[in-house]
């Protein structure tokens, strides 16, 4: 069993987060591992974040790479500057099969602080990554071109959000691409690959973008290619949302273990 590591922030209804990436690595058979990065309550009112300091998450790091073989990871919710440089020169001295998944998360306002991470992520991060999967605002954002309504917008982003150094892109375009079909694409290298699927009009997506990229990584440990563990990944989150746990007429939450019904 491989040894799958997870660096992320807690979700508080563990739809999402740290808790979303362990229980989707236990169903695919692989022993998670973690780093926590922040705190999120989530609550009517909104969300209160809380920021771990990046000396701590230098020292969980450390405690997982120098006991444990590690050769697949991933990143999610990162939340500040010195967390995001903390964690890429950890793993930049060791090397593993890295899927990044760009959580971008500001407070309207913090534009400096917006850019100074993009920038990070942009430079540092990316070129640690086998693979990136941004949904469509976030590689809107990374690509620079803003607001991506197409599929051949998608193509364009992918490819510029590459020349960083990532070499393979997932966009997922989810809910959030016009018409009936939930649309996520691969740009594998120079191959271009479409997953599609009917879109489930419900409440329960909270943590899918989590448990997508925690499928892909949990399914690469299991040595699937990375269009198959796409498609897995596809396919697990389909199952996830349309069996998913209520919370609210609002809110609820994708269920992981949902592949077993």
């Not at 998670?32 to 922040?38: A, C, F, P, Q």
């Amino acid at each position: 069993m491989e040894n799958v590591l997870t660096i992320a922030g807690s979700d508080s209804l563990a739809g999402g987060g740290i808790q979303a990436d362990l229980k989707t690595f236990e169903e695919l058979n692989v022993f998670g591992v973690s780093v926590l990065t922040s705190v999120a309550s989530i609550l009517p009112s909104g969300v209160s974040l809380y920021q771990i300091d990046s000396a701590i998450i230098k020292q969980q790091l450390d405690s997982i790479l120098t006991q444990l073989p590690v050769h697949f990871a991933k990143t999610g919710l990162l939340g500040d500057l010195p967390a995001l440089e903390t964690v890429c020169a950890e793993l930049a001295d060791h090397p593993l099969k890295l899927v990044v998944d760009p959580v971008l998360v500001f407070k309207e306002g913090d534009t400096q602080l917006q850019s100074d991470y993009l920038k990070a992520m942009q430079q540092r991060l990316l070129p640690l990554g086998f693979v990136t999967t941004p949904n469509l605002d976030e590689a809107g954002q990374l690509s620079g071109l803003g607001k991506i309504t197409t599929k051949a917008e998608m193509v364009t982003a992918a490819k510029a959000i590459q020349a960083f150094g990532c070499p393979n892109v997932v966009i997922k375009g989810g809910n959030r691409l016009p018409g009936d079909t939930a649309v996520d694409y691969l740009r594998y290298g120079e191959q271009d690959f479409w997953f599609e699927s009917p879109k489930i009009h419900q409440s329960t997506t909270d943590g899918a973008g989590c448990t997508f990229s925690a499928a892909i990584t949990g399914q690469l440990a299991n040595g699937r290619s990375l269009p198959d563990a796409v498609n897995d990944a596809k396919r697990f989150v389909h199952l996830g949302i349309e069996h998913g746990v209520v919370i609210s007429p609002q809110l609820g939450s994708v269920w992981q273990g949902a592949s077993r019904q």
